[in-house]
């Protein structure tokens, strides 16, 4: 520490005792450093004795009134266009609707002697079963996933919007 940072430091009254005695000693031995010790002192007691200024009524007026530009309302729009939603919104409803007329169609042609299916149903179901596993899990997934995000969607925008 120099001794600029230590002689305010003793001023202040903020040194150890080991700190004090330095200065002490220094202030008894070094006459230059006495008449910096009372030029700092005399300042010290004159910056003690006036009043802070206060910022006139205008200028806290002119910051008040620039803080609601500062912080103004955000612009959120949703993650996914309202077209989008429409449109994925019904892929996850035919793929909903498929699997519960696979399920239907698995169940119905479980029992012996019955007869044939409806044919609109029929040819759905077919189609389904003719899909690869993999597309079916791929496509469920992706469906889920979207919901996912729509009701994300939805819960940031209540929170923020």
């Known amino acids: 520490m120099n001794h600029d940072e230590l002689l305010w430091k003793y001023i202040d009254g903020d040194c150890s005792p080991e700190e ?4 002490e000693r220094r202030l008894a031995e070094d006459p ?15 910056l003690q004795q006036q009043e802070p200024e206060q910022p006139s009524l205008r200028f806290a007026r002119n910051v008040m009134d620039r803080l609601p530009n500062l912080y103004r309302r955000l612009d959120i729009s949703p993650l996914i266009s309202p077209f989008w939603q ?3 919104g019904g892929g996850v409803g035919a793929l909903l609707l498929a699997y519960f007329a696979l399920v239907f169609n698995v169940i119905e042609t479980a029992g012996p ?4 299916q409806i044919p ?3 040819a759905f179901v077919d189609t389904l079963t003719g899909l690869p596993v993999q597309a079916l899990s791929i496509i469920s997934t992706l469906s889920i996933g979207y919901v996912l995000l729509v009701f994300l969607d939805r819960k940031l925008k209540e929170r923020f919007g």
Request: hydrophobic share 40%; net charge positive.
């Open 20 to 23: 004090a005695a330095r200065v």
């Open 32 to 46: 230059g450093f006495k008449r910096e010790w009372a030029q700092r002192v005399k300042l010290h007691q004159q």
């Open 86 to 88: 429409k449109v994925l």
């Open 113 to 116: 002697g019955q007869e044939e």
């Open 120 to 122: 609109g149903v029929q």
